[in-house]
């Protein structure tokens, strides 16, 4: 759950034949959701539940075309799946958009209908909030279902989930140190964070409290200027990025900036970010991260603190609890760097192995008897 401000990238590819896209890509059901009155128009995405209920955030965009819209939910629903998986939870992945502009398309009526659809599958999808939403939005929801999470503290949920979902790419990135230099200790550390939302800005503060260098970029001037002169990091232009030397690169904004252009820019050691889908193309880009000797942490394992807390809500919330669990994501960066370089896979190859290994044995557990 990413609150950014950068602009979003042109996704790899988009597949407009719908049917083909959810076949390929294993989908359980595909939701449209469709009110004239309110002007809602969204899709929810069921990947896989497996494990449990799907669980996903609920991102609001004004996508250039539905089929650009439909390509982006069936990604980050199979993306929900494997977070969900890899970070021990029982749970499934989901995900949903609603196409629009957050900042002028927003209200009561068209939340309220759209956690009527949610409801409609009679919990086989939670939602939450993500890009665009907001913990207001998850109330007015929550008006009209019980699944639901992401509520603010007063409702019994756990507020704000940025906090933690930037402790588990902090934690990523200790490990991802580790690896790549034996010491975990980020002090010093040229590290570039693209994209100062909620997360990004957290994640800037765990930096500076280890004194690491931190350089931001963010569309977004006034927050990007804030961020700055609040946790002392220096402002660089969006499109310096990839030309910068520094040993960590964090992109915090949406997907697929690591693409084969800006991969054969990149002058950095090691790729840890919150942003989910980082590589556009899993299958060309984390093998070229490889090639050039660039350490990527899986974007769906580091950045699982989000899905970790709004998890603890449905079990009752304790905000420890959810910290405590998310600092694991450390333990299991190092395992995954390892077995990647043990079998010569790249490092998200690995991670999805992980996952779907997981999602298989319980599969067969729950088919037993």
């Known amino acids: 759950m990413i609150d950014v401000k950068e602009k979003k990238p042109e996704p790899a590819q988009v597949n407009t034949n719908v049917f083909d896209s959810i076949s390929a890509s294993r989908h359980e059901q595909v939701v449209f959701c469709n009110d004239p009155e ?5 899709i929810i995405a069921i990947h896989n539940t497996v494990l449990g209920p799907a669980l996903g955030g609920t991102r609001m965009w004004m996508y250039k075309t539905e089929g650009e819209a439909v390509n982006d939910v069936l990604r980050l ?5 494997y977070k969900a998986a890899i970070s021990g939870l029982n749970l499934g992945g989901g995900k949903a958009v609603i196409i629009g502009d957050s900042r002028k398309d927003k209200s009561e009526a068209l939340f309220r209908k759209f956690g009527r659809f949610v409801n409609n599958l009679n919990g086989k999808y939670i939602t939450a909030e993500d890009v665009g939403t907001s913990t207001k939005d998850m109330e007015y929801i929550a008006m ?5 999470t992401g509520l603010p503290e007063s409702m019994g949920g756990g507020g704000d989930p940025s906090p933690v979902t930037a402790y588990g790419v902090y934690m990523g990135m200790k490990a991802s140190a580790q690896f790549a230099w034996g010491n975990d200790s980020l002090s010093g550390k040229k590290v570039v964070v693209q994209g100062v939302g909620h ?4 994640l800037v503060k765990n930096l500076r409290k280890e004194n690491a260098k931190v350089y ?15 946790y002392g990091a220096e402002v ?20 697929a900036t690591l693409n084969t252009e800006n991969i054969k820019r990149l002058r950095c050691q090691i790729v840890s970010g919150a942003a989910n889908n980082q590589l556009a193309d899993e299958t060309i880009h984390g093998p070229m991260l490889v090639d050039k000797g660039i350490i990527y942490a899986p974007d769906f394992l580091i950045n699982a603190g989000g899905l970790i807390n709004v998890y603890s809500e449905l079990i009752g919330y304790n905000r420890q609890r959810a910290l405590i669990q998310t600092e694991h994501i450390y333990a299991v960066t190092l395992e995954i760097l390892k077995k990647a370089r043990e079998a010569g896979l790249h490092t998200q190859a690995a991670a999805t192995q992980m996952a779907e290994k997981r999602i298989s044995d319980i599969s067969k557990v729950k088919s037993s008897m």
């Open 144 to 148: 009209e279902t019980k699944h639901v």
């Open 199 to 202: 997360v990004g800005e957290n």
């Open 38 to 42: 309110t002007g809602l128009k969204a």
């Open 236 to 255: 660089i232009r969006p499109d310096a990025v990839f030309d910068m030397d520094m040993d960590i690169y964090a992109p915090c904004a949406l997907g």
């Open 77 to 81: 629903s199979r993306g929900m799946t």
């Open 216 to 230: 931001i970029t963010d569309l977004n001037e006034e927050q990007l200027q804030r961020v700055s002169t609040e």
